[in-house]
Nanobody, 124 residues
Framework: VQLQASGGGLVQAGGSLRLSCAAS????????MGWFRQAPGQEREFVTA????????YYARSVEGRFTVSRDNAKNTVYLQMNSLKPEDTAVYYC??????????????????WGQGTQVTVSS
């Protein structure tokens, strides 16, 4: 499966952005999905994950209550709604797909496919 992330940009602190991750090549419903982010000089960080149907999700503590992940398998797309953005949310955001779903894991190693990333910059 090929993944294409989009929707990043420059936003002021307190603002919102919605990222999209479009899949092609195979039905998105085959995969559980995750979002990760990476700031300059830092390791890739888990943000959120969603299971195949969208019925189960979990989040990193740093974004819980502000970010919401969802999916539309008919459109082969996963979304990340980001509200109340903070400067520390600045990073390149990546979507990823996995055939296995372990609720609670933040490990990037379980993801088989990655999108190219989209830059999110939050100004103070």
């Amino acid at each position: 499966v090929q993944l294409q992330a989009s929707g990043g940009g420059l936003v002021q602190a307190g603002g919102s952005l919605r990222l999209s991750c479009a899949a092609s090549g195979r039905p998105l419903g085959t995969y559980a999905m995750g979002w990760f982010r990476q700031a300059p000089g830092q390791e890739r960080e888990f943000v959120t994950a969603i299971n195949w149907s969208g019925a189960d999700t979990y989040y990193a503590r740093s974004v819980e209550g502000r970010f919401t992940v969802s999916r539309d398998n008919a459109k082969n797309t996963v979304y990340l709604q980001m509200n109340s953005l903070k400067p520390e949310d600045t990073a390149v955001y990546y979507c990823a797909a996995t055939l296995t779903y372990y609720r609670g894991t933040h490990r990037p190693e379980i993801y088989d496919y990655w999108g190219q990333g989209t830059q999110v910059t939050v100004s103070s």
